[in-house]
């Protein structure tokens, strides 16, 4: 039979409200996970971490020794009950569970399930918008230990395999942990160089491209900026002045403009999510032998060529006849090339 244990230092005067039903519940489900993770824990320590007073948690101590789930015979046995390490709680206050009862027999990720799981932390801990990078290092930490075995050592150094590009990442990071602007000059979808002085907020991949984006101090808005067409950047001795958390930044990478221009083109309906991106809304699309004509707005023919590379034998241009004969000439020029 579990002892009752004897109080503890009578000098404790303090004495928090009587918890309801459904908070001692909330309480414990937060109290035996921890317990779990900090094994052989003093009963001052959690009463320090968790807030309360320490008779609170012999309180809880004591009613967690007596819960469990019944076995095959609807009655409870002693290994169907949480256990504890009386001597140790009783002689040296310090709380040790001896036996664990339905969270042992929860479902886990496997070792290959974890290995993806902490795959993908590690390659969101490389992006610079994720400054708090020991709270992703805590999840991977228990993800290891959580899995149903040892997950396979895995190491992802953010998909960035450009030396120049690596080079820009890791000073748009610089400058995100030492709250400084960057200052680059940046190669526009119109071929002219302009210089910038900006803000980042967050860096994203498109297809095997990457992408800043950041509060633009010339433009004095959000501007996306492609990593391979920045040059020259240094960190400014200029503190950030928007972050993140502070700017609503478009659920889309590429946002339009009223200089943009227009262009309409049959697709193949598979290839429909590839554009999306680039359509505007309340755009009309028509269908038409499972190809869709539909009008995408682009900043600069350069762009639209580039865009129709990554898709070649599914887009067709139709209009307007500038956009075709861009097209076309391009085209040309790169058949040219291999003659």
Partial sequence: MPKTPAPK???EKKAAAPL????????????????MEHDGVSVADAAAHFGVPADQIRDAVNLIAVSGVPGETDSYQHEDLFDINWDAFEERDEIVLTNLVAIDDSPRFSAREAAALIAGLQYLSSLPENADRDSIVTLMNKLSRGASATPSQVSVEGGVTDAALASTLALIRQSVDSGLQLELDYLTSAGERERR????LRVESFDDDWY???????RE????FRLDRISNAIITDAPIEHHADDVRLPDRLFES???DLEVTIEVAASAMPLIADYIPDGA?????????RTTLRVSHYHGLKRLLASMPGVATVVAPKSARDAVAEWAA???????
């Fill in 197 to 200: 002085r900006v803000d980042p």
């Fill in 212 to 218: 800043l984006r950041g509060w633009c101090h010339l």
């Fill in 9 to 11: 230092n009578p000098a």
């Fill in 284 to 292: 009309v699309s028509t269908e038409t032998g499972g190809r869709i």
């Fill in 221 to 224: 808005a959000v501007r996306t």
């Fill in 20 to 35: 309801q039903a459904r908070d001692k519940l909330a309480f414990l489900l937060s109290l035996v996970p921890w317990l």
């Fill in 333 to 339: 020029a790169g058949a040219a090339r291999y003659r």
């Fill in 257 to 259: 403009s009223p200089k």
